[in-house]
DNA sequence: TATAATAATGTGACCGGTAACATATCCTTA
DNA sequence: TAAGGATATGTTACCGGTCACATTATTATA
């Protein structure tokens, strides 16, 4: 590595001005004489000359480098929201770091690196849910949460809107002239299963459907958990016509479970999911899905970001963001 | 955000020692008498001071920072790639930067940005086929490709034995009886379509199979492909009995296909895919394919763009990374 | 005890930009 | 033609570390 080693120094040597004119010339401002101008840029061009990231850095006091973190890289969701974090950081002339963080400790150790050499000028957390470890982030530093809201006036965050997904869904169901509707949620102490579950209520309520305790089963987002919800729904005498599965790997899951037990989805029993992974057009069958717009989530967390960075007295907004309903094959007209 | 100001000079002071002792501390290298060592570094403490990365940039001219580029972040293997990078490259005491590049145009632009403004100290190039703006990078940069080799001795590069898994792929359905074999390809332009191709000849070679054109269709990685493939074997009289998709979308799709023709997977016909992709045990039926481990090929390439950065006469090291089979239910004994 | 050798610490410059202020140049206007 | 104001450019310090070398303190050797 290493090369072009030209500093504002050469250059201005070349063009026979000072290295300040130089400076002048790279950030076009000031008002330089455009004969000036002109010599400058050609010894640029001549020297191959462009300005050192990290020099400026030191000298502005600015990084122009974002971090964002998350529990992990591939599942898709997040990967989304970074793939438009990134997009939008770059557009905006920021650089994104990225690291992941499965757990509280490697979290905390990251933050700590992160801040205390102040490489990065705000941090991007991706998390399903909002912990103690998460709210140490000292207040000073500029951070969006993407996915659960800590409802810190201090803090920005880009959610999804889970209560009303849950009622779309539900009301989905509901339409199809479903009233046995059951729910495999998320973990109940993640914020955006609650969100959910509260919509499925209230979709519920507003059709007159008294909610049932047993048509409630708590999943772990796997599609492992989905296939056990169905076993336990199967065994209940009056079992659910429809079920509502808070991830569409949960539904996956569920879908299995039921093939395996000789029901045909969605003739018995329709299933709904919740993400729209990619191939969730291709199981089988299509799965009827809620959408969540992730990659637009990134970039406004990111715009977010970059303005509190930049306007450190914008107040820091908390983006809820509108799902949208999916309908694919999953799902039919409850005609019993 | 901000704060912490505290520089080394704030801490000499305190500790009644010269900045430059207090350099050695940090550094915890040269002799310095342990007595002013516990001086200083309560100092430190005291001050909540912690070094400047980027003014430490500026001094040594290293960055310890690393950059990934990418077609995209969400694809499954890539965001498995990098995340195994970005684990080896902190375990080592670098970041990583992460953009997506999903066409020459950009990744131009980003290489010259990172390599400009100096910000980066080594390149991860995540590409399924080496194109001419890929060998653009200057030959002085430390680089490392992650799913194709440039084939140039200065750079570096991470892949999968793809000729190995063809082999493997299609002798899994040689020993279950098949001998009407074919194969979906992604496009054949990409290194790792003809290096599974080749796999695939070699393994009818040994068998003694004769190889059909008509039995090879090329896809584009995308479900919808696979389908189409399946439409076109099976308007041939003497279809197939069995399927080698190069991905496991185009298996999906081509699984998909079949169904939607009436044909039973695996009883009529054998799929066996390649990735093993998230989900791929959860699909209908689950499905027989090829891992690659992609996360140990982060890793893998993440050390070797460390130690050239490190060691630059070290030399560069081509990887070549091993498959491994895959069984679940998508094959079985051909029994005709 | 004088002197060399070694260990411990200090000094000042430097990395490559930017900021603040100083100076020189040019054009108006009285 | 001298003074005043704007415009253009230069000077110097500074950001916060590290490096090379100078200096001082300590110990070993004669």
Request: proline share 5%; charged share 20%.
């Given at each position: 590595?290493?090369?072009?080693?030209?500093?504002?120094?050469?250059?201005?040597?070349?063009?026979?001005?000072?290295?300040?004119t130089?400076?002048?010339?790279?950030?076009?401002?000031?008002r330089v004489?455009?004969?000036?101008r002109?010599?400058?840029?050609n010894?640029?061009?001549?020297?191959?000359?462009?300005p050192?990231?990290?020099?400026?850095?030191?000298?502005?006091g600015?990084?122009y480098?974002?971090?964002?973190?998350?529990?992990?890289?591939?599942d898709?969701t997040?990967?989304?929201?970074?793939?438009?974090?990134?997009?939008?950081?770059?557009?905006?002339?920021?650089?994104?770091?990225?690291?992941?963080?499965?757990?509280?400790?490697?979290f905390?150790?990251l933050?700590?690196?992160?801040?205390a050499?102040?490489?990065?000028e705000?941090?991007?957390?991706?998390?399903?849910?909002?912990?103690p470890?998460?709210?140490?982030?000292?207040?000073?530093v500029?951070a969006?949460?993407i996915g659960?809201?800590?409802?810190?006036?201090?803090?920005?965050?880009v959610?999804?809107d889970?209560?009303?997904?849950?009622?779309?869904?539900?009301?989905?169901?509901?339409?199809?002239?479903?009233?046995?509707i059951?729910q495999?949620?998320?973990?109940?102490?993640?914020?955006?299963?609650?969100?959910?579950?509260?919509?499925?209520?209230?979709?519920?309520?507003?059709?007159g459907?008294?909610?049932?305790?047993r048509?409630?089963y708590?999943?772990?987002?796997?599609a492992?958990?989905?296939?056990?919800?169905?076993?336990?729904?199967?065994?209940?005498?009056?079992?659910?016509?429809?079920?509502f599965a808070?991830n569409?790997?949960?539904a996956?899951?569920?879908i299995?479970?039921l093939?395996?037990a000789g029901?045909h989805?969605p003739k018995?029993?329709?299933?709904i999911?919740?993400?729209?992974?990619?191939?969730a057009?291709?199981?089988?069958?299509p799965?009827t899905?809620?959408?969540?717009?992730?990659y637009?989530?990134?970039r406004?967390?990111a715009c977010?970001?970059?303005?509190?960075?930049?306007?450190?007295?914008?107040?820091?907004?908390?983006?809820c963001?509108?799902?949208?309903?999916?309908?694919?094959q999953?799902?039919t007209?409850n005609?019993q």
């Open positions: 590595m290493s090369r072009s080693r030209m500093t504002i120094r050469d250059v201005a040597a070349l063009a026979g001005v000072s290295h300040q130089v400076s002048r010339v790279i950030n076009n401002s000031e004489k455009p004969e000036t002109q010599r400058v840029e010894a640029i061009q001549e020297l191959k000359y462009s050192n990231a990290v020099a400026r850095s030191m000298a502005r600015r990084t480098t974002l971090a964002c973190i998350s529990p992990n890289l591939t898709f997040y990967a989304s929201f970074i793939e438009g974090a990134e997009l939008e950081a770059r557009r905006q002339g920021y650089f994104l770091l990225t690291a992941s963080a499965p757990n509280a400790e490697t905390a150790t933050v700590n690196q992160l801040l050499s102040r490489r990065t705000g941090l991007l957390v991706i998390t399903p849910k909002v912990e470890h998460h709210v140490r982030i000292p207040r000073y500029s969006v949460f659960a809201n800590p409802k810190l006036d201090w803090i920005a965050s959610t999804l889970d209560e009303n997904a849950g009622y779309m869904a539900t009301e989905h169901l509901i339409q199809l002239n479903h009233t046995h059951a495999i949620t998320g973990p109940i102490a993640e914020e955006s299963s609650q969100g959910r579950m509260r919509g499925y209520q209230a979709a519920l309520n507003a059709a459907i008294p909610f049932q305790r048509f409630i708590e999943g772990d987002w796997s492992t958990s989905g296939y056990m919800a169905v076993q336990d729904f199967l065994e209940q005498e009056n079992a659910p016509s429809a079920i808070q569409d790997r949960m996956v899951g569920a299995r479970a093939r395996d029901r989805v018995n029993i329709s299933v999911g919740f993400d729209d992974m990619p191939l057009s291709y199981f089988d069958p799965l899905t809620i959408l969540q717009d992730t637009r989530m990134g406004e967390a977010q970001l970059i303005s509190s960075i930049e306007k450190p007295d914008n107040p820091c907004r908390q983006l963001v509108e799902p949208k309903l999916i309908v694919r999953s799902t007209l005609d």
